[in-house]
């Protein structure tokens, strides 16, 4: 299992950038796909980037396509997130996640979860 740690959210206006870390920790990192996925306020959790062992496939959700960067290190044990040109609709808690697979972050086989780090864009 991948025990993983976020950090890095906070409260900002509509416009600025932010970036998410998340630390990692255990054997199975590195052949592990891992992505972030938000939670907004009554709506369900939604996978908004996603990134293979490798880094050679990247997955954004349509919503964040052209704004968020997502990278990883796995010397590092570190995975990122980077947001530009905020909106309110971004706001929500964002949660690193490593799924079983090597190759893609699905919400249906995601083994780990971190805990949580709350984003809010103000308008």
């Known amino acids: 299992q991948v025990q993983l740690v976020e950090s890095g959210g906070g409260l900002v206006q509509a416009g600025a950038s932010l970036r998410l870390s998340c630390a990692a920790s255990g054997r199975t990192f590195s052949s592990s796909a891992l992505g972030w996925v938000r939670q907004a306020p009554g709506k369900e959790r939604e996978v908004v980037a996603g990134?293979?062992?490798?880094?050679?496939?990247?997955y954004y959700a349509d919503s964040v396509k052209g704004r968020f960067t997502i990278s990883r290190d796995n010397v590092k044990n570190t995975v990122s997130l980077r947001m530009d040109s905020l909106k309110p609709e971004d706001t929500a808690v964002y949660y690193c996640a490593a799924d079983k697979s090597p190759r893609s972050l699905s919400l249906t086989t995601i083994v780990s979860w971190g805990q949580g780090t709350q984003v809010t864009v103000s308008s």
């Open positions: 990134i293979s062992w490798s880094s050679g496939i990247i």
